[in-house]
């Protein structure tokens, strides 16, 4: 990928807050490794892969203060691995909605457990795809000075509202399902 002739963040990113977040980033990698380790929670998983992406992501905005503002790949490179990560923050939540309605009883939940993880998990896989499609058509239009900005920016944003839709969703769907159990005495539904 060629270098753009504009910095496409809009401005140099901070090199103190890239190192902030790659130490705190660091720090629950740690510990989600940690625990995964000694407790053997195997659905977490995702939330460690998460946490070393982002800190991926946060080294390739630090070579974009660094080396080169103007270097598209350190930006797609960056926007993908943030961009990305929450998805896998998101699927373990899921993971433990599904848990728990399976835990709690399914008549307490509007939606089965599959449906709730594999659901969301799909608006989710598609509300990425369509941010890096417009986070990638954004950057090389940038860099070989075609194509319409405005258009795949828009891509990006309706990736990102869909996302945003998706979780609100599931927000109500995982509150249902914690006022319902809340009130319901222990048991595990039959598989």
Known sequence: MKDSSIIIYGYVPSLVLSIIAIVLFGLGFAGHVFLLSRYRTWYFIPIAVGTAMEIIGYIFRILSNVKDPYAVAYFVAQYFCIVVAPVLF?????????????????EHAPLS???????????????????????????????????????????????????????????????????????????????
């Open 90 to 106: 998101s699927a373990s939540i899921y993971t433990i909605a599904s848990t728990l309605t399976n835990f709690y009883g399914r």
């Open 113 to 191: 457990p599959k449906l709730i993880l594999w659901g969301f998990v799909g608006c989710d896989v598609v509300a990425t795809l369509l941010q890096v499609a417009g986070a990638a058509l954004v950057g090389t239009s940038y860099s070989n000075g075609n194509g319409n900005q405005e258009t795949y920016n828009h891509i990006l944003l309706a990736g990102l509202a869909f996302q945003v839709f998706s979780f609100a969703v599931f927000l109500i769907v995982f509150i249902w399902i914690l006022l319902k159990a809340r009130s319901s005495p222990r048991r595990v539904s039959p598989a």
